[in-house]
């Protein structure tokens, strides 16, 4: 197909159609809609390991959309029973295409591979169809499900220096953050769920204009580019002051008087991927060579002092909420 000008307008259709859904079985077309769109955006980068990983991420989608499909129609009578085994099948089916833990190691070995510019629309947008499809409907677990996702996202990224992986164990934490914005508000959902999207996008900016895949290689950047990359890094891992503390803070403070001892779990597992980056970060930071000879490349439309001062913005609104 030569012209694909119809894909993004088809895609934003598919987000919002079955948001606006009232029927189950509308809610699953939208969803299959969706997932074809996102196999469209994928397969305008060609490549051997892409065509792999989209191979894999369809069977993965169609199994999960299947099993979504079939407990829908034989378990509908279970909805408001949830702790039978029969309820919990559809939200697993939601988690698994959504690649939230406990059903996430397919994650990272499929989503190496994408572009740049698909990993962010995979971490951010494909998110929000079954994230409030699960919370509209399975609201019990979500605070189980957000409990499991801020865990296995700090713990696993620990051992990784990928780039790519560390943002994929990234997204899985802060998807844990969302839902627990979720059950408090959908002006915090869409506050948390704006800044962390802003915050990814920066990210993946920097890694395609960088050419960045391996935290081994910020070794060799001048000082500048690394002092904004581990800004980016630490704003993701919700540091205070930075920009993605101020719709945390805000999160921990209408939590923290009526669940007290959950809020403190969640500050101290965020604090093990906070403590992971500022550790890569201070081994990143000591070399600062100024010029390699792969780091020739166009930097044309990628402003480092915009992006910077936008994420040092966290200390004015942090400011404003304390």
């Given at each position: 197909m030569k012209n694909q000008k119809w894909i993004y307008p088809m895609y934003v259709y598919s987000?919002?159609?079955?948001?606006?859904?009232?029927?189950?079985?509308?809610?699953?077309?939208?969803?299959?809609?969706?997932?074809?769109?996102?196999?469209?955006?994928?397969?305008?980068?060609?490549?051997?390991?892409?065509?792999?990983?989209?191979?894999?991420?369809?069977?993965?989608?169609?199994?999960?959309?299947?099993?979504?499909?079939?407990?829908?129609?034989?378990?509908?009578?279970?909805?408001?029973?949830?702790?039978?085994?029969?309820?919990?099948?559809?939200?697993?089916?939601?988690?698994?295409?959504?690649?939230?833990?406990?059903?996430?190691?397919?994650?990272?070995?499929?989503?190496?591979?994408?572009?740049?510019?698909?990993?962010?629309?995979?971490?951010?947008?494909?998110?929000?169809n079954p994230l409030l499809i699960l919370f509209s409907s399975w609201f019990k677990l979500i605070f189980y499900m957000a409990m499991i996702n801020i865990i296995m996202g700090s713990m696993m990224a620990i051992n990784e220096n990928s780039m790519n992986k560390l943002l994929i164990f990234s997204s899985i934490a802060n998807s844990g953050w969302m839902l627990n914005s979720l059950m408090i508000s959908n002006y915090l959902f869409l506050l948390i769920f704006s800044t962390y999207t802003f915050l990814m996008y920066n990210m993946i900016h920097m890694n395609k204009y960088l050419k960045i895949k391996w935290m081994s290689q910020l070794k060799s950047m001048n000082l500048y580019k690394k002092m904004s990359i581990y800004m980016m890094f630490m704003s993701l891992s919700g540091l205070p002051p930075l920009l993605g503390f101020a719709p945390k803070w805000m999160l921990i403070k209408n939590m923290i008087n009526y669940m007290p001892i959950y809020t403190w779990m969640l500050i101290t597992f965020s604090t093990v991927s906070t403590f992971f980056y500022i550790k890569t970060s201070m081994l990143m930071m000591m070399p600062a060579q100024e010029k390699k000879k792969w780091m020739f490349f166009n930097m044309k439309n990628f402003n480092y002092i915009l992006i910077t001062f936008i994420n040092m913005m966290g200390i004015c609104l942090f400011s404003i909420i304390i």
């Open positions: 987000l919002i159609f079955p948001l606006s859904s009232t029927s189950w079985m509308n809610m699953w077309i939208g969803l299959e809609i969706n997932l074809m769109m996102f196999i469209m955006i994928l397969n305008k980068n060609k490549s051997p390991f892409l065509n792999e990983s989209m191979m894999k991420y369809f069977l993965i989608q169609a199994s999960g959309s299947l099993i979504f499909l079939i407990t829908l129609n034989l378990n509908t009578i279970y909805f408001n029973e949830w702790p039978n085994i029969n309820a919990l099948i559809p939200p697993l089916a939601l988690m698994m295409k959504m690649g939230l833990a406990p059903i996430h190691m397919w994650v990272p070995e499929v989503a190496k591979n994408f572009s740049f510019m698909s990993l962010f629309v995979f971490l951010t947008l494909q998110k929000i």
